[in-house]
């Protein structure tokens, strides 16, 4: 309930883009999908949770809980003058519970869905009643949505078997693998958040009635991710020993998030405002409105593929792409029937990403060897539409796993990075620089003390 109170209530934005639409949206996943391109749709490590695709669940090796924060760090550019900014907050906390030896799932967890948080303000001249006056608007804004659910992952499995045989051909041992895997997963979702806004216009000239207009958007409804996971193994070599050697196989995945109508609540003041010591105070009410309504959030599609490779000493290798696609033209705000048109553009995503283990924890010499890396490459066209053009964005992406070895458990260190570039310095844009950090732990007990195990003697 704390860290509930603690992620809605933090500040998770420093662009100036999150005053549009309904803010910077959140990527939910966990440090190694956003070191992978930010790819959920075949993304099934059993070490990390992945609520982008439910039906990973049943993939995970046991109970784990994942927490992780992220930093911020940006460089606003307009073509003639840079800004730096930085922000760091918790960025997600889940918790997968997994009986030892289940292939089912059940998950739940907490992170932002979008974000809001924006100070700027632009001075202009402007002629009134032929006088010259210097005035300055000023824009600012914070808040956003949070995004907790509940999800089950279950997976199905084809019984194959492989075969070993003596010199005469004669069978002496078995291994038992499954040729194709299935796994469907749900999320339910529930969105609730608040995001605040003021504009104002300051006459610098203190003889004139300044105006304030503030703005309090209050947003919850439910929603749901509906997942699915499909592999197949197309070839595999074991040793005498019964170790593996060499498999190739693939992993097809898609998520879908169907349409969704917010319940939307409005509250906008507007004032005029006088500045003594500079502190504004009101001087007289020019509206109120207290509205309802409803803000529709366009359904969403994810598919990938990958091609995974496994060799001896637990070497692994795949190469994945993704396809990600929300129409966001489509949204709309009602408040009290009267219809607000956010002119937002089809947010459209593709995605390469590479993960590579160099050896199992048991053949690795050193702690570099058993870690997991992962690395990618990200474009997209975002939502947002601003004079014509369509912000697009461009990330590189690098993640690693590395394994506590002291906890005796899979428990693990997580370090995700992207750097990427947001907007342009063309149409009186700006062009935003940034790096995106992710450190967090996933925790899992000591196989020797498995939690949710039926114990069949006291």
């Not at 089912?104 to 009134?128: F, K, V």
């Not at 050697?245 to 898609?254: F, I, P, V, Y």
């Not at 129409?327 to 408040?335: G, L, N, P, Q, Y």
């Amino acid at each position: 309930m704390l860290i509930t109170a603690l992620v809605q209530g933090q500040s998770t934005s420093i662009s100036p883009y999150s005053q549009f639409g309904i803010g910077d949206l959140n990527r939910i996943g966990n440090a190694s999908i956003s070191g992978f391109g930010g790819i959920t749709s075949v993304f099934n490590d059993p070490y990390n949770i992945n609520p982008g695709n439910p039906a990973s669940y049943g993939h995970l090796n046991q109970t784990t809980l994942q927490v992780a924060a992220r930093a911020n760090f940006l460089q606003l550019d307009n073509g003639s003058a840079t800004q730096e900014l930085n922000l760091s907050h918790l960025n997600h906390v889940y918790v997968c519970f997994k009986p030892a030896g289940a292939r089912w799932g059940l998950t739940l967890g907490i992170a932002p869905y979008s974000s809001t948080g924006y100070e700027s303000s632009i001075l202009r001249n402007q002629e009134i009643e032929g006088n010259t006056a210097d005035i300055r608007d000023n824009y600012s804004g914070n808040g956003g949505i949070t995004q907790g659910f509940i999800g089950f992952g279950r997976r199905f499995e084809t019984a194959n078997y492989i075969h070993f045989t003596d010199p005469f051909n004669n069978i002496i041992d078995s291994l038992r693998y499954s040729k194709h895997s299935l796994a469907i997963g749900v999320n339910g979702n529930y969105y609730f958040g608040v995001i605040e806004e003021e504009r104002s216009i300051d006459f610098q000239d203190p003889n004139f009635l300044d105006t304030r207009i503030t703005s309090r958007n209050k947003m919850k409804s439910f929603g749901a991710d509906l997942g699915l996971q499909y592999s197949y193994i197309f070839s595999q070599k074991y040793d005498q020993d019964k170790k593996l050697k060499e498999r190739w196989s693939m992993t097809a995945g898609l998520s879908y998030t169907p349409e969704m109508s917010w319940s939307t609540s409005l509250k906008e003041l507007g004032e005029t405002t006088q500045e003594f010591s500079l502190v504004s105070f009101p001087i007289d009410t020019t509206y109120i409105i207290n509205g309802t309504g409803t803000t529709l959030i366009p359904q969403r599609i994810t598919g990938g593929l990958s091609i995974n490779y496994q060799g001896n000493k637990g070497r692994e290798i795949s190469l994945a792409v993704e396809y990600r696609i929300q129409e966001w033209s489509t949204s709309e705000r009602t408040i009290n029937g009267e219809i607000f048109n956010p002119q937002l553009a089809d947010f459209t995503e593709s995605s390469i990403g590479v993960r590579f283990v160099p050896k199992s924890i048991q053949d690795a010499q050193n702690i570099f060897g058993r870690a997991h890396y992962y690395f990618g490459v990200r474009t997209s066209e975002t939502y947002l539409q601003l004079d014509g053009y369509q912000l697009q964005d461009e990330a590189f992406t690098f993640a690693i796993n590395i394994p506590m070895l002291a906890s005796k458990s899979i428990s693990r260190f997580n370090f995700g990075m992207e750097l990427g570039q947001r907007g342009t310095v063309d149409n009186n844009l700006l062009q935003e620089n940034y790096l995106n950090l992710q450190i967090g732990v996933s925790l899992s007990p000591y196989f020797k003390n498995a939690w949710f195990r039926q114990r069949k003697y006291d």
